[in-house]
């Protein structure tokens, strides 16, 4: 059993930006289930927004996000999170962040892109790599604090509770039980302060932006543990991933968009401005919607996207990461269009949170995309994640510095080996990965896009199914990274279905043929297990 003062879930920019904090009160365990650097965080392209322009400001970004989330962002926890905006991207600053800069009367300033739905240059990056350069600088610091322990290769299999060991004590999280990938045994981790920080859940969708480790696993540790999880069906569908026939997850990034970038139909005409007259910089709602329209109504497989009006070395030199990735997929972006389809890309419900990421279950916090704070309300405005991840660590540890001297911790529970079936059939491996493709495909054709009662209620029934077939296979079998995943594919899956069917109107990146109208109700969808 490892025992620290605080252990962390997940190793993006909430984790490690949340660990780096605390390492200053404590010891501090970061449990992650590849290794340090595989992450949402990393795969960010477009970049950070933040105010930073004098001709910008907080009202402006304020005004943005309220706008995109369609009724449903706090108001208050939107401006918290942009005010404190400017204070987090120093800190990354001093981490080593290198932001791109430009020259200006001989000064250099910070660059700034665009993405849609805002309405200023306010995206800070670093090329189109910004993700990746955030991450390894800041999982550089934690390898070289002394008080951070990160463990790889290791997956959080659930949450352990004082109700779930039989305690008659007030019910709280006291740790987690996890799989040692490497040794083949499950260990347990102690610790009266645990934050769950393990990002979305692309991969319940058969195409997504996301990378492998996107299988919302904590959210569904959470609902198994009878925390409050809210609005899981705004699931945000990327407008642009590469196409190809071959099938990659490559994002083409907003900033594309941002820096003129034209969607054209399969019969190369611009097709935008019939649906918003912010064209091709719209929310992401409606430009994914407006594909999925154009594709239906021409029986195209994708539309483009049109960049030809920069020369390659722009194209090289501002995006080095998709230029390289395109023409290594056969498309020179400065000659021809780029091929591109709709993804699943961001969870924007999740574990219901406040400001500081205190959840339901005292003793767990949730920090970053793992959470619903309030924030992105029916659907997230480009580029406010990593922003929110990075605001949310801070305010998460801050909350725990100050109530730590009047804290009464749950230290002399001890935790029990962890005991479940090992029988290891290898005949039955094989519902693992069928189970895993029927998920993914049948949430993406009955809970995508477009949706409507019939194909939820199928998706539903299908589930169901599902669901059962893999619990069994749980509590009977040896226990696998693999299937430790499914077993949180399906739960999230039914997660965000059964938000979907309580969501009688279309709002945000809701939307559904049955009800297409918005409700003059303004409600979140709570969703709790017991
Ligand atoms: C992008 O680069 O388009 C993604 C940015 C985001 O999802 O916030």
């Given at each position: 059993m490892h025992r620290t003062d605080f252990l962390v879930i997940g190793s993006g920019i909430a984790g490690l930006s949340f660990a780096l904090k605390v390492a200053k009160l404590g010891s501090v365990a970061i449990v992650t289930?590849?290794?340090?650097?595989?992450?949402n965080t990393a795969w960010a392209q477009g970049g950070i927004s933040c105010?930073?322009?004098?001709?910008?400001s907080f009202d402006l970004h304020v005004a943005d996000t309220l706008d995109a989330g369609a009724g449903l962002c706090d108001e208050s926890v939107v401006r918290t999170i942009v005010s404190e905006g400017p204070e987090r991207i120093q800190e990354l600053i001093d981490y080593g962040v290198d932001f791109d800069y430009h020259e200006v009367d001989g000064e250099q300033v910070i660059s700034l892109g665009r993405e849609g739905g805002h309405s200023m240059r306010r995206i800070l990056h670093s090329r189109d790599t910004t993700g990746r350069e955030i991450e390894e600088k800041l999982l550089a610091a934690a390898q070289a604090e002394p008080n951070i322990t990160l463990f790889e290769h290791h997956y959080a299999i659930d949450l352990i509770t004082t109700s779930k060991l039989g305690l008659?004590?007030?019910?709280r999280c006291v740790g987690i039980y996890a799989l040692d990938e490497k040794e083949g045994e499950v260990v347990s981790f102690r610790s009266d302060r645990v934050v769950l920080a393990t990002g979305g859940s692309g991969k319940v969708y058969l195409y997504t932006s996301n990378p492998d480790v996107a299988t919302g696993d904590g959210v569904a540790m959470a609902w198994r543990a009878g925390v409050e999880v809210a609005n899981m069906e705004f699931i945000q569908f990327h407008p642009t991933v590469l196409y190809h026939p071959k099938g990659t997850s490559f994002l083409i990034s907003e900033a594309l968009r941002g820096e003129g970038g034209v969607l054209l139909g399969g019969d190369g005409e611009p097709f935008m401005a019939k649906y918003d007259e912010?064209?091709?910089?719209?929310p992401r709602d409606i430009v994914a919607r407006a594909i999925d329209t154009e594709m239906k109504r021409t029986g195209s497989r994708c539309v483009y996207l049109d960049?030809?009006?920069?020369?390659k070395e722009y194209l090289e030199d501002r995006f080095p990461n998709i230029f390289q990735t395109c023409l290594d997929h056969g498309v020179d972006p400065s000659k021809e269009p780029i091929p591109v389809v709709p993804a699943a890309h961001y969870q924007c419900g999740g574990i219901n949170t406040d400001i500081n990421g205190i959840t339901s279950l005292k003793g767990l916090y949730a920090i970053g995309e793992?959470?619903?704070?309030?924030?992105?309300?029916a659907n997230r405005l480009a580029s406010n994640s990593l922003l929110e991840g990075a605001v949310l660590a801070h305010r998460a540890s801050e909350h725990i510095k100050a109530i730590l001297p009047k804290e009464r911790p749950a230290s002399d529970v001890e935790l029990p080996k962890w005991q479940r079936g090992d029988a290891e059939d290898v005949d039955e491996l094989v519902v693992i990965y069928h189970n895993w493709d029927e998920i993914r495909r049948l949430m993406w054709d009955y809970v995508s896009i477009v949706r409507t009662d019939k194909r939820l209620h199928r998706a539903a029934t299908r589930l169901a199914n599902l669901k059962r077939e893999v619990h069994e296979f749980y509590w009977n079998f040896k226990i696998t990274g693999d299937l430790l995943e499914l077993r949180n594919l399906v739960d999230v899956a039914g997660l965000i279905v059964e938000s979907a069917r309580l969501r009688q109107e279309s709002r945000g990146l809701h939307y559904t043929l049955d009800h297409p109208e918005k409700s003059t109700e303004l409600r979140d969808t709570i969703l709790t297990r017991y």
């Open positions: 289930k590849r290794q340090g650097i595989d992450s105010v930073t322009d004098e001709d910008d008659a004590t007030e019910n912010r064209k091709d910089l719209a960049m030809r009006h920069h020369s793992v959470t619903c704070t309030g924030l992105h309300g």
